[in-house]
């Protein structure tokens, strides 16, 4: 069964809907730790009460980023992770960590990438950005981690259609839903060796 290691930051509605995917017997996997570098994190409990080992790093309790980020690749390798998923995840991996694992830690962001993507763009701000400019279409995009960020192949996408009336939390909601199923369906597809990554295209084989 292959070992997911999730990291988190605040909410964790992506990792519980890896969570329910998982225990549905859709996704064969498990989750073998989740990480978060805030330990206020909800996502946390969600762990606990599925009975997941749930780990808060912080980056305070390190002298440097290097040392941070060694903490934890430490913590993924102790758990035996095969699969590192970035789930709401607010921090940027160093190259140690992304080395560690080439084409094998997936991101979820909240908009079609190259958009309204790479630094500051996370969270809600994405949103802000995406009515500010006006755009009818937005989505979601899944990608395998590269060093850069939100820079790493494409793996799925799905488009969200913006309406007059939204405002952020309206966007928000419909997007975060469309993420939810797709990154469900590429640890799946992930899992089930479906995956090929050649240069910088993801070819799926369905
Ligand atoms: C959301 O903004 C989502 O778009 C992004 O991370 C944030 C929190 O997600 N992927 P979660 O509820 O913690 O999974």
Do not use: W
Request: glycine letters at 8%; charged letters at 25%.
């Amino acid at each position: 069964m292959m070992r997911i290691g999730v990291l988190i930051s605040g909410s964790g509605t992506n990792l519980q809907a890896l969570i329910d995917s998982i225990e549905s017997g859709d996704i064969p996997g498990e989750i073998a730790v989740v990480i978060s570098n805030r330990r206020t994190a909800y996502g946390l409990e969600r762990a606990r009460m599925h009975g997941i080992p749930a780990k808060s790093i912080l980056r305070k309790d390190y002298n440097s980023d290097h040392a941070f980020n060694i903490a934890i690749l430490e913590t993924l390798r102790r758990y035996d992770v095969e699969l590192v998923v970035l789930a709401g995840y607010l921090s940027i991996l160093s190259p140690d960590v992304v080395k560690a694992y080439p084409n094998r830690i997936i991101n979820i962001h909240p908009s079609l990438i190259p958009a309204f993507c790479g630094k500051g763009y996370y969270g809600e701000r994405v949103h802000r950005a995406v009515l500010d400019y006006g755009v009818k279409v937005t989505g979601a995009t899944v990608h395998f981690v590269d060093e850069g960020t939100d820079t790493g192949p494409i793996i799925l996408q799905q488009a969200v259609m913006v309406m007059d009336d939204d405002d952020v939390h309206s966007l928000a909601q419909r997007v975060l839903e469309v993420e939810h199923r797709l990154l469900c369906r590429a640890v799946k597809l992930f899992i089930e060796g479906k995956l090929t990554v050649q240069g910088r295209k993801v070819i799926i084989k369905e």
